[in-house]
């Protein structure tokens, strides 16, 4: 899993794993949420927005699954 650190005032990092489509959002007050079977093209609009959150918001949060992950999972996938 691929981590990018984003310039959000509530996004902290952004990762992506290639191989099963998962996105991983850790937020900056620690929350991680992981999002399956998510489009490389979609990532890529997330990753190069003008707005991360808005971003986020838009594409990611309301239109896919999210399961909340605990620190230990998010620090051993990123």
Not at 19 to 43: H, M, N, P, Q
């Amino acid at each position: 899993m691929k981590k990018y650190e984003v310039e959000s005032s509530n996004i902290a990092t952004v990762s992506y794993d290639l191989e099963t489509s998962e996105l991983l959002i850790v937020f900056k007050d620690g929350a991680a949420y992981l999002y399956k079977e998510v489009r490389t093209d979609v990532v890529c609009r997330l990753l190069f927005s003008d707005s991360v959150g808005s971003t986020f918001h838009r594409i990611i949060k309301k239109n896919y699954d999210a399961e909340k992950v605990d620190d230990e999972k998010e620090t051993a996938q990123a």
